[in-house]
């Protein structure tokens, strides 16, 4: 895999509404910028790019929970993104975001019960990519659907994909659509 960059960014809440947030709700998102090596033609096994994300994997999901600070079970939520260029097709990124991608970040985050939430699409430099959230163990936990976005001026270029992982220490600031508390969360099948 020939990796271009890595990017962090980290995102923290301090007020909404003219309210404090206090403590801060934080969102750290980790991406690499790769060479697609299957741009411009059509290819019936994509394990390569599978295996591409297991190796993404662990790379940029450590640096979301190092860049929070947290210990990995303090991670409340999770997701996953990735855009294709132009020469590219979506199955590209869907192949690195299949489970492979998904089960290091599970073990990243300690469980990990709940489907992480994910998108694809395929773009260009400088055009937002949109991770999705939800809380790792507990889909039904309203408080913490969200999202977070990276721009990469130059990337992804016709030739790349660009792979994005999000982890978050605490929810939405000021939630209060209802949903689970954190303190109903069983944890059982991932749902609740």
Do not use: W
Request: charged fraction near 25%.
């Amino acid at each position: 895999m020939n990796i271009r960059k890595v990017i962090v960014t980290i995102e923290e809440t301090h007020s909404e509404a003219g309210r404090a947030i206090d403590p801060a709700t934080r969102k750290a998102v980790a991406a690499a910028v790769i060479e697609n090596p299957f741009s411009g033609t059509y290819v019936e096994d994509l394990f390569e790019l599978m295996d591409y994300g297991a190796e993404l994997g662990d790379l940029i999901e450590k640096k979301t929970v190092d860049t929070l600070g947290i210990m990995p079970a303090d991670a409340e939520s999770y997701g996953k993104a990735a855009m294709v260029g132009k020469n590219g097709e979506l199955e590209h990124p869907a192949a690195i975001l299949h489970s492979k991608l998904g089960t290091p970040l599970r073990c990243q985050v300690k469980k990990g019960a709940a489907l992480v939430p994910s998108s694809k699409k395929r773009g260009g430099p400088g055009q937002d990519l949109d991770v999705s959230l939800g809380h790792k163990d507990a889909a039904y936990m309203r408080s913490h659907f969200g999202g977070i976005e990276i721009r990469v001026n130059d990337a992804p270029r016709p030739n790349e994909i660009l792979v994005a992982v999000a982890v978050t220490d605490s929810g939405r600031p000021l939630p209060r659509v209802g949903g689970l508390k954190m303190s109903e969360i069983e944890s059982k099948d991932g749902l609740r």
